[in-house]
């Protein structure tokens, strides 16, 4: 499973790797039940490579973002996305403290904690942004 391939549908719970591609769709299967299904050009759709989190200095990729939240859990899930505020604001601080509180509001934390969750079930393995230089 490559990151770069991972989207998210508006309208739609979840997180999707794409497939293949049609004329007017992109096929993809949903990384929590499997099934897949072709999304058409009119729907909103983002790629979870292109989404950043302020923070005060400059935005930190959200790869970046879920690098850190595997260190910080050891591979393991993190809290769920359905925790009170505080302790969800006290674990996203944990993980990236400067981010901006002002433009982060606690939607986007939950929408984050949960992106990571579905992913680490579904066996993406996230590795440092050095590991990747190494590699390549």
Do not use: C
Not at 70 to 90: M, P, Q, R
Not at 96 to 124: C, H, T
């Amino acid at each position: 499973m490559e990151f770069n391939k991972i989207i998210a549908v508006t309208g739609k719970p979840g997180l999707f790797q794409v497939i293949s591609q049609s004329k007017n769709a992109i096929i993809v299967e949903s990384l929590i039940d499997k099934k897949r299904l072709a999304i058409n050009a009119t729907q909103n759709v983002s790629l979870l490579e292109n989404i950043a989190i302020y923070t005060y200095e400059e935005d930190m990729p959200l790869q970046n973002v879920f690098n850190a939240m595997f260190e910080k859990t050891e591979g393991k899930e993190a809290i769920s996305h359905k925790e009170n505020d505080k302790k969800l604001i006290a674990f996203f601080e944990e993980v990236l403290p400067n981010y901006d509180a002002e433009r982060v509001y606690v939607s986007n934390i939950k929408k984050v904690i949960q992106w990571f969750n579905i992913l680490v079930n579904a066996g993406m393995v996230f590795k440092s942004v050095e590991e990747k230089k190494e590699e390549a």
